[in-house]
């Protein structure tokens, strides 16, 4: 197991409210503040604003614009320079290797299966912002 990081803020991207909460309450109980959206559009919309975040933990499939569309325009750039070495976490219930590699190519640096384990999401978080904050 990881040491655990200072507290974070963590974006929060999932239109499940059940799924949300739930991630969201382990994540607060680990000491993170967590802001959570409902959907891909809400996300790019703050992303693009000053708000500031350490990590962003996104569902795959979501309305509007889908998690793995959100990860493919901040890799990019385009409106969001400032955000394109933010880590990425992708939630999904796709576990299939072609689903993941999927995910990894449209720049999340890691997947996370649903459903998943407190420890699993707590260890992909800190590993995801430990790293970053070493490069």
Known sequence: MLK?????????????PINALLCRTILEKAGHQVRVVGDGGEALDLMR?????????????????????????????????????????????????????ACLEAGFDEHLPKPFDRLDLEEKVTRLVSHAKAA
């Open 4 to 16: 655990p990081v200072t507290a974070l803020t963590i974006l929060l991207a999932e239109d499940n």
């Open 49 to 101: 604003s000053d708000w500031r975040c350490d990590i962003a933990v996104m569902d795959v499939e979501m309305p509007w614009v889908s998690g793995i569309k959100v990860a493919q325009l901040i890799r990019k750039g385009e409106g969001l320079e400032h955000r394109r070495s933010m880590p990425l976490l992708a939630m999904t219930g796709n576990v299939r290797p072609e689903d993941v590699q």
